[in-house]
C-alpha cells in the first residue's frame, strides 16, 4: 500500500514562502514521477510541478515558473515544493501525487496519478 503525506501548509502573508513536503512509504520512491497539484475553493485542480523520476527533470505550470522549486530527495522518499514570492492567488489546498514512471501526455493532468495524498492547506494573505 503506497501512501502519500504531505505537511508544510500555513497561513502566510503576500510575498512570503513555505516549504511543502511529501513523505512516500515506499521503498520505491526513486521509480516514480512525483508531482505536486492544488485546487482553489470552486475551482478544478490543476498542476503546479513535476519532478521525473529519473535525472533532475523538472516542469512548472506558467503561474508558478520562476517562483517555486520542486526537488526530491530519494534517500528520505521525500518531495518538496519551495514556494517563494508568494500571492493570494495561490491560496489552495496543495497535493501530492505519485506515479509509475512518466508519461509526457499525462503528467500534467490529475487522471495520470494513481496514488495521492490527503493535501495541506496554503492561506496566503495581503
Known amino acids: 500500500q503506497v501512501r502519500l503525506v504531505e505537511s508544510g501548509g500555513d497561513l502566510v502573508q503576500e510575498g512570503g514562502s513555505l516549504r511543502l513536503s511529501c513523505t512516500m512509504s515506499t521503498v520505491s520512491f526513486n521509480v516514480y514521477t512525483m508531482t505536486w497539484f492544488r485546487q482553489a475553493p470552486g475551482k478544478e485542480r490543476e498542476f503546479v510541478a513535476a519532478h521525473r523520476w529519473t535525472g533532475s527533470d523538472t516542469w512548472y505550470s506558467d503561474s508558478v515558473e520562476g517562483r517555486f522549486i520542486i526537488s526530491k530527495d530519494n534517500s528520505k522518499n521525500t518531495v518538496y515544493l519551495q514556494m517563494n514570492n508568494l500571492t493570494p492567488e495561490d491560496t489552495a489546498v496543495y497535493y501530492c501525487?505519485?506515479?509509475?514512471?512518466?508519461?509526457?501526455?499525462?503528467?500534467?493532468?490529475?487522471?495520470?496519478?494513481?496514488?495521492w495524498g490527503p493535501g495541506t492547506p496554503v492561506t496566503v494573505s495581503t
Open positions: 501525487a505519485a506515479n509509475y514512471g512518466f508519461n509526457s501526455a499525462t503528467y500534467r493532468l490529475p487522471s495520470g496519478y494513481r496514488y
